[in-house]
Nanobody
């Protein structure tokens, strides 16, 4: 069983920044990739960013490229999401997810590809 705990959400004005953190714990934390998703009310869960654990390859949704940066700390089993130039449309709860085994690039953006999920942290961007 892998537990994921997110933190760092909050209320920020348009153009501001936030840094989300996700810590993974459990008897055996097996990770191929970790990702961030978000889900605004009434919408489907949306891919934001992902990073592979070994080589650190990163993937981003077009809507956040150039503004968000995903990173990891293998020694702490943690993943981070630095969010800059925030917009009101970035408002949503953000969820951390863990993929335990190898997966192709096309599938890394799909929520169904991830087996472990955190409870989410709310990000609210005011206009």
């Amino acid at each position: 069983q892998v537990q994921l705990v997110e933190s760092g959400g909050g209320l920020v004005q348009t153009g501001g920044s936030l840094r989300l953190s996700c810590a993974a714990s459990g008897r055996t934390v097996s990770t191929y990739a970790m990702a961030w998703f978000r889900q605004a009310p009434g919408k489907e869960r949306e891919f934001v960013a992902a990073i592979t654990w070994g080589r650190g390859y990163t993937f981003y949704a077009d809507s956040v490229k150039g503004r968000f940066t995903i990173s990891r700390d293998n020694t702490k089993n943690a993943v981070y999401l630095q969010m800059n130039s925030l917009k009101p449309e970035d408002t949503a709860p953000y969820f951390c997810a863990n993929r335990r085994t190898v997966i192709d690039v096309q599938s890394i953006i799909r929520p169904a590809s991830y087996t472990d999920w955190g409870q989410g942290t709310q990000v609210t961007v005011s206009s």
